[in-house]
């Protein structure tokens, strides 16, 4: 019998975390064959709900969940982890700077990323959905100095899955015929999905699509402002997608990515396309073995490379902030 995984969840009594454990615990996140054990980190108020989720888990009788634990000790929650799902963050309320964000998120950030360093396992795997994603995860990763740079990563799968949808619609056929589409730079309204090295069934998507101006006012803005769109339909933010997203973005990670095809993840910067060594920016990534690499050589047209500069400007501006408030 396999050794099981641990998986640990940040924010685990919240909206994504309540999506997300029990695909986890089914085995979507790893295999059908791969158990589990879930370690729940919250903060103390956060703690009575959190064992309401685990006592549902339980009744769901899963054979591939072997144990449950809850606290709200960084250290205990990491201890031995091999995965790690950061999905707790302070929210941006309304009035607030994005220096009060960023400080707020530093001191949740920081100590995490502390005791990941101290405590995971060698092989862990860290995933930060919590926003802002990316600074989040740079925060995290500068508090690992004895963590490989590249396990900490942060969610664009969700945009990527969002933008594969708005083009199988568009072109009438459905997202899997879709492959080789990048989301670049930031998970924020920066971000930029880029068709034109993609494929509709087999030909350039877009030549299929043929329509900049579509691309520039249609495609580009519903894919950075889905979120708000789904607020105002919903009254409540993206949770079940976001759960998805994260289940997608492991999965990928741990299993490969198809032959021919890439995937969307915010990874430590080598300099490829011009992104600053260091940064923790979206790229084309493919993986294989539990290792990742960028694409590389991919042409950059003007049109992409004024709104990849822009997102990556942004992702610099975070930096140098995080830097000032000594947070990396
Ligand atoms: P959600 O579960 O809805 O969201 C959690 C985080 O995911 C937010 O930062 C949110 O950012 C982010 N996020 C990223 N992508 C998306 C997306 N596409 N759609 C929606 N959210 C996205 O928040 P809840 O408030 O329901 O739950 C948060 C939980 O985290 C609470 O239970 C709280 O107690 C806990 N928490 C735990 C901490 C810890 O473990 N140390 C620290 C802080 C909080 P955005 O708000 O920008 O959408």
Redesign the pocket.
């Known amino acids: 019998t396999r050794t099981p995984v641990n998986v640990t969840v940040?924010?685990?009594?919240?909206?994504?975390?309540?999506?997300l454990l029990f695909r986890i615990a089914s085995g979507h996140l790893l295999g059908s064959d791969v158990p589990v054990n879930l370690r729940l980190?919250?903060?103390p108020?956060?703690l009575k709900?959190?064992e309401g989720t685990a006592m549902e888990l339980d009744d769901c009788a899963f054979p591939l969940l072997r144990g449950i634990e809850i606290t709200?000790d960084?250290n205990v929650?990491f201890a031995g982890a091999n995965v790690a799902l950061?999905?707790?963050?302070?929210?941006?309320t309304a009035g607030m700077e994005r220096g009060d964000l960023l400080s707020a998120?530093g001191g949740?950030f920081k100590?995490?990323g502390k005791a990941i360093n101290d405590n995971a396992a060698d092989d862990i795997k860290v995933l930060v959905?919590?926003?802002?994603?990316n600074t989040?995860a740079l925060i995290a990763q500068a508090a690992a100095p004895d963590v490989p740079a590249e396990r900490f990563t942060a969610?664009t799968r969700?945009?990527h899955n969002r933008a594969l949808s708005q083009l199988a619609k568009k072109t009438g056929t459905t997202v899997s015929d879709i492959k080789r589409l990048t989301i670049w730079g930031n998970?924020s309204a920066t971000q930029y999905p880029d068709i034109f090295h993609a494929e509709v069934s087999g030909k350039n998507a877009a030549e299929v699509v043929n329509d900049e101006q579509w691309l520039a006012d249609t495609f580009i803005p519903t894919v950075a402002k889905?979120?708000a769109a789904?607020?105002e339909a919903r009254g409540?933010?993206?949770?079940a997608?976001?759960?998805n997203?994260a289940i997608d973005h492991v999965h990928t990670w741990v299993n490969g990515t198809a032959a021919g095809d890439w995937t969307s993840m915010g990874i430590v910067s080598d300099g490829s396309y011009g992104v600053p060594a260091g940064l923790i920016s979206s790229f084309p990534v493919t993986t294989k073995d539990g290792a990742f690499e960028i694409v590389q050589g991919l042409d950059i047209n003007e049109f992409s490379r004024a709104r990849i500069d822009a997102s990556v400007k942004e992702l610099e501006e975070e930096r140098d902030a995080v830097r000032a408030l000594g947070l990396i």
């Open positions: 940040t924010g685990a009594a919240g909206q994504i975390g309540y999506a980190l919250e903060i108020q956060g709900a959190a709200d960084p929650a950061l999905v707790g963050a302070r929210p941006r998120n949740i100590p995490q959905v919590g926003n802002p994603a989040n969610m969700l945009d998970h889905r979120g789904i607020i409540a933010s993206s949770a997608s976001a759960a997203a």
